[in-house]
DNA sequence: CAGCAATAGTTGCTCTGTCAAGTGCCTGGT
DNA sequence: ACCAGGCACTTGACAGAGCAACTATTGCTG
């Protein structure tokens, strides 16, 4: 009928949400051990690895998939479970920080070597090192095509490098 | 502080979730120019690629992302637009069959074009060919392994390749 | 320095999807 | 032949996230 239904696009973007969906179900496990969401992980993460442990709400909207008001629910939420707290912004009153508390931390540290493990197991691990370079590389490329903010912003999703 | 948090492996999940939301945010423009979400193309491929342009519902739902109960409300609001329809499993009374009906075919046909092409300029089209057959390569090592139903399973995200 | 457009954040409404419970149907053991 | 347990699907209640509208601030421009 429709030959376009077997082209091998289709293929390679099925493959990619694959691998992605695939992988976040195993990881979502882990987080649910640990009452956190994938969403509520990222935020610590962001968090803990921003100077002074804090981040506005707009920047962190700006580093996560959320919208800012998808973000102020959230910071909602964990401020109700403690694991962030709102403090005022010093030199714009319309801006609010989001910072992690002491709990946060210590949850992010309770969390982190079993999700690492995890990731080793389902996905770095599974590819000898030149492989995984190349990988990476290649998802760099479309990462910074598709989504040129993340590229230019002052983390890629974990580290600069 | 937590050394933890400047991890590699930090990185490599990052950009796998950046590149995938980022592709999937440039896809997800055209889908809404021709009224579709994102799972009811999904809906459409699968019911499309399939014999008899059907499925049954538990099927579907292991093919795409939805839980049964999702699939049931998925198939729902398509029913009430015309692009599907149940119908009775004659050798089953408790199964029932998503088909893909002429109206959905056409709209399939209609965004269909535009998004290959978006998925060649955003995706595929970034990476030289023997880099994007690695990548895809590495991709499917990695959802073989995280996803074993969709590398069983009778068709891939699109090609039973 | 008054006024106004732009920005940061929150809130109401709505949509989408999940979980758990419920219905009806099928099947294997006795 | 029966019924116990399992399966396919649906439904009700609810959580998460987005959009658009609203408030409060800021800072530019005349």
Chains 1, 2 share one sequence.
């Not at 009928?1 to 992988?23: F, W």
């Not at 804090?54 to 109700?80: F, I, K, P, W």
């Amino acid at each position: 009928m429709n030959t376009d239904l077997d082209d091998p696009r289709l293929t390679a973007v099925g493959l990619l949400a694959e691998a992605y969906t695939g992988l976040m179900n195993r990881l979502a496990t882990q987080f649910e051990e640990h009452r956190l969401s994938q969403v509520e992980f990222e935020v610590l993460m962001r968090l803990a690895r921003s100077p002074g442990n804090r981040l506005r709400m707009t920047d962190l909207a700006g580093q996560t998939t959320l919208s800012t008001s998808g973000v102020t629910r959230v910071v909602d939420r964990m401020e109700r479970s403690g694991l962030v707290r709102r403090e005022a912004c010093p030199s714009d009153r319309r801006s609010s920080y989001a910072v992690i508390t002491d709990v946060g931390m210590q949850r992010l540290g309770e969390v982190l070597p079993g999700h690492l493990e995890l990731v080793q197991r389902w996905y770095v691990g599974l590819l000898p090192a030149d492989r995984l370079a190349e990988l990476l590389d290649s998802l760099r490329t479309v990462r910074d095509a598709v989504n040129p903010c993340a590229a230019a912003g002052s983390a890629e999703t974990a580290l600069p490098a």
